[in-house]
């Protein structure tokens, strides 16, 4: 088993706590800070990473993930390129196709289709990716336009800056398998009326289907771009079951989902390590985020791999 690379997604409140978490997260050995972004409904992200960047060393820095409904690529990516320079390039470029309607509402828009939202995402993850690489773009839309658009400075430190493609619409997993390098996994599927929700889509049999997709777009690479799953709850008990079983009522799903599931990890550190193994086994996942209220929790189960990593003997 490869020992996991785990990270963490918060949210920042103020300027004391956030400091505090982001070297505490460092000190930890996780290996990324991610910070959310929504439009309207969160502190922006880039400047609370650059904020994030001056009391790190190490600690890899990113959205988790922007919108690329309504980001535009030029200044997209001139953000990412901003906090690569001010890291000392630990940036990342992380981009899904949206979801929320208000945030298209709030700036005047009317959200699109499925295939308007994917044809947009392609446009601005291309368009944002060849701009940090430090080529030239002109795009004529519908989704996107651009006349020579550049980055003349600052232009980021590391070339290629590392992208995750969130999000699970099959063509995007497909496009992810050949060009992003983590394929980030949530266990959500459709938006729900409130805009906001969304179904759980926490079976084998789904994230079999996902990995499927990833695989066919990756089959030209030399590799597949590594795959990491959002941990949506986290709870350390000597009663795995029962406590899946309240959360399968919660996310609407199965006890026997949620065991062995990598969007839970629930159990004993131990049992959730194993589990780790079986994520790995069956899905190539060797990658993890979890969220600010989990921490806690998140620093034993990380404290046991990499106790366990120490102590494996040598073949």
Known sequence: MSIPVISVQAKPRDAATWAALASRVEAAGYDALLAADHPGAVASPFVALAAAAAVTERLGLGTYVSHAGVREPLLLASDVA?????????????????????????????????????????????????????????????????????????????????????????????????????????????????????????????????????????AGRVAAPGREALVQTVEITDDAEGAAHRIAERFETTTAEVLASPYAWVGTVQEIAAAMAGHERRWGITRYVVREPHLDEADRVLAHLSHAARHEPRR
């Open 82 to 218: 901003t906090l690569d320079v001010l890291s000392g390039g630990r940036a990342r470029l992380g981009l899904g196709a949206g979801h929320t309607p208000a945030e298209w509402a709030m700036l005047g828009r009317e959200r699109p289709d499925v295939a308007g939202r994917v044809r947009r995402f392609v446009a601005v993850a291309e368009a944002s990716r060849a701009l940090l690489a430090g080529e030239t773009v002109t795009l004529d839309g519908p989704e996107v336009r651009a006349f020579e658009a550049r980055l003349t400075a600052p232009l980021p430190i590391q070339q290629p800056v590392p992208f995750t493609f969130g999000g699970g619409n099959s063509t995007l997993l497909r496009w992810a398998g050949e060009h992003a390098d983590v394929v980030a996994l949530s266990g959500l599927g459709r938006t729900l009326p409130d805009g906001f929700s969304h179904e759980a889509r926490w079976s084998g049999e789904d994230i079999d289907r996902q990995v499927a997709l990833v695989e066919e777009g990756a």
